[in-house]
């Protein structure tokens, strides 16, 4: 909690000097459907949600960067961890479905292809928030605490209002166990912004 606090406070300073340079700054929220790969996992997408910030930095007319601060719920089902693992290196305590809630930071490079359309792509660094080594069920101690993915997609920009999609990739396995199961997240986001 104390890292989502920092990262809020730290993100609206920064709205408040990039405002006072003519780029823009805004909030945004949406949907995830989400899966982790891997065979101790259910294929399939799950349905979770994510809430923000962003900053559109224009370099010129068509390119510009846009960093973003996102609290992002990852959820998904085991499938097949029992017979992977013992059940001494089970830390999902019998429980089916898992949430993970990770500090996304993606950032984007822009393109603007033409009058509303925007492109997006770039690297996304997410932080796991829920750490707490008590809280078994959403198997924390299970997971790294970093993940590292790419982000591709498109914007529409309108006034005030921005409507996004974006795939997500994840490049690094995120099984905290041991290597006998490769873990990537992998996201597909759809969203709305509203531009300050």
Do not use: C
Not at 113 to 133: E, H, M, R, S, Y
């Amino acid at each position: 909690m104390k890292k989502l606090l920092v990262a809020a406070i730290l993100l609206f300073s920064t709205i408040q000097l990039v405002n006072a340079q003519g780029a823009r700054a805004g909030v945004k929220l949406g949907t995830n459907l989400n899966k982790i790969s891997g065979q101790s996992f259910k294929d399939g997408f799950d349905l979770s949600y994510h809430v923000g910030g962003f900053l559109e930095l224009d370099l010129n007319r068509k390119w510009g960067i846009q960093p973003e601060v996102l609290w992002s719920q990852t959820s998904t089902k085991r499938s097949n961890f029992n017979t992977l693992y013992s059940t001494q290196v089970n830390p999902f305590n019998n429980n089916e479905k898992i949430k993970l809630d990770y500090l996304s930071i993606p950032i984007l490079l822009r393109y603007s292809v033409a009058g509303i359309l925007t492109l997006n792509v770039g690297p996304q660094f997410g932080i796991l928030l829920n750490q707490d080594k008590t809280l078994l069920q959403n198997g924390e101690s299970a997971f790294k605490s970093g993940d590292f993915s790419m982000v591709a997609g498109g914007q529409l920009n309108f006034k005030f209002l921005r409507i996004y999609g974006r795939y997500n990739i994840g490049l690094q396995n995120i099984n905290d166990i041991d290597n006998k199961d490769k873990w990537t997240n992998q996201q597909i986001q759809l969203g709305l912004g509203l531009r300050f």
